[in-house]
């Protein structure tokens, strides 16, 4: 069983649609999570940042860390076609640095 | 600052050849750390660096990959003997890491574009 699972989709929403990523863990010792864009040919880039449990939101962006189900979720409001892209959740736990991701999910907004 | 570039994008190489890849962080970055992503997966971890000393290999670095950060600069990656199975995109990314009284912070990675390999 991998650490870190992601459904890889394809996900497919028309413009507008909210979106919800989700990734499951293993790992009790995770407390830093965190959500990455990566378009093709490009590195990943850095959406949202959560520490430990709870919500945070960045304007059509919001994360969600359950700890309890060891579920966290990305939700986009308001999707445009420049949404389309792989969208990674990632995973740290304290005093560690190496970040584990998940294999990311394909989103289409379709115009 | 531009952010963190590697050199080169794309690299052709015949098996067995070695390979080099060069990743310059953003220069306030103390860490810096190597990932392999293969096509449909998500980055898998390789080493990191804070500043010049290498604190962490991942089982998936064999002997044939070795990686420096001299002066705690820029940095290298090099695979000796390569083989079809390294063919990969090698990221690189950095992240500033602060001490806080309860612990590390960790404020997510910057990372590059990458380095397309691929081995015939």
């Known amino acids: 069983q991998k650490e870190v699972e992601q459904d890889p989709g394809p996900l497919s929403v028309p413009e507008g649609a909210i979106v919800s990523l989700n990734c499951t863990y293993s790992?009790?010792?995770?407390?830093?999570f965190m959500w990455y864009r990566q378009y093709s040919r490009k590195g990943p880039e850095l959406l949202m940042y959560?520490?430990?449990?709870g919500n945070k939101e960045d304007g059509r962006f919001t994360a969600q860390v359950d700890k309890s189900s060891k579920y966290i979720s990305l939700f986009i409001r308001d999707s445009q076609p420049s949404d389309s892209a792989t969208y990674l959740c990632?995973?740290?736990?304290?005093?560690?640095?190496?970040?584990?991701f998940g294999a990311g999910t394909r989103l289409f907004v379709k115009a | 600052d531009t952010g963190v570039s590697q050199d080169p994008r794309h690299k052709i190489t015949k098996r067995g050849q070695n390979v080099t890849f060069r990743c310059d962080p953003i220069?306030?970055?103390?860490?810096l750390y190597w990932y392999r992503q293969t096509l449909g997966q998500g980055p898998e971890f390789l080493t990191y660096?804070?500043?010049?000393?290498?604190?962490?290999k991942s089982r998936l670095l064999s002997d044939r990959f070795s990686a420096e950060r001299p002066k705690g600069s820029f940095s290298t990656l090099e695979i000796q003997r390569t083989e079809q199975g390294d063919s990969a995109m090698y990221l690189c990314?950095?992240?500033?890491?602060?001490?806080?009284?309860?612990?590390?912070?960790?404020?997510?990675?910057?990372f590059g574009s990458g380095t397309r390999l691929t081995v015939v």
């Open positions: 990314a950095s992240s500033l890491g602060l001490k806080r009284d309860r612990g590390e912070t960790n404020y997510g990675y910057t």
């Open positions: 790992n009790s010792a995770f407390q830093y």
């Open positions: 959560t520490y430990s449990s």
């Open positions: 990632a995973m740290s736990a304290t005093g560690g640095f190496k970040t584990i």
């Open positions: 220069s306030e970055h103390n860490r």
């Open positions: 660096f804070q500043n010049e000393a290498q604190l962490e």
